[in-house]
């Protein structure tokens, strides 16, 4: 059996006007999920620099006032995947919400905490099993 590792994963915790930006995912491990906005941890990036690059590409958004959120540990089980997820929140900051990525994502919306949609991203399901709130972790 191949030693697999885990991957570094970022997701982003875009927050505006007290709701959380989730897309759904398609074409990807996790297909037909909600989740933030994020993607792999490349070579010597800073996580800040990883969660405002992917949150650019994927929606079109500049987001500020980056910063550590929490940690999951995500097994996808079906997809024989297992992930360390750095969870990132963010402040919007500018742009016009875009589906930059639609091979990727369906569609983006936003929600708040306490009215999130079925069928989330597993890293979104460990951090409601954690009872871990991102709009309470407000600076």
Not at 13 to 28: D, F, P, Q, S, T
Not at 61 to 72: A, M
Not at 101 to 113: A, G, Q, R, V, Y
Request: proline share 4%; hydrophobic share 30%.
């Amino acid at each position: 059996m191949e030693n697999k590792r885990p991957k570094v994963g970022v997701g982003v915790a875009v927050i505006k006007e007290g709701k959380v930006l989730l897309g759904k995912r398609k074409n990807a491990h996790g297909e037909g999920t909600w989740s933030f906005p994020g993607g792999h941890l490349e070579y010597q990036e800073s996580w800040e620099d990883c969660a405002m690059r992917e949150t650019l590409e994927e929606t079109g958004l500049s987001i500020k006032n980056v910063r550590f959120g929490t940690v999951t540990n995500d097994i996808f089980r079906e997809e024989q995947k297992h992930y360390v997820t750095i969870i990132m929140l963010s402040d919007y900051d500018s742009g016009e919400l875009q589906l930059t990525e639609p091979d990727k994502c369906e569609k983006w919306k936003w929600f708040t905490w306490d009215n999130l949609p079925d069928s989330l991203f597993v890293s979104i399901e460990n951090l409601l099993n954690d009872k871990y709130n991102p709009l309470d972790s407000r600076e």
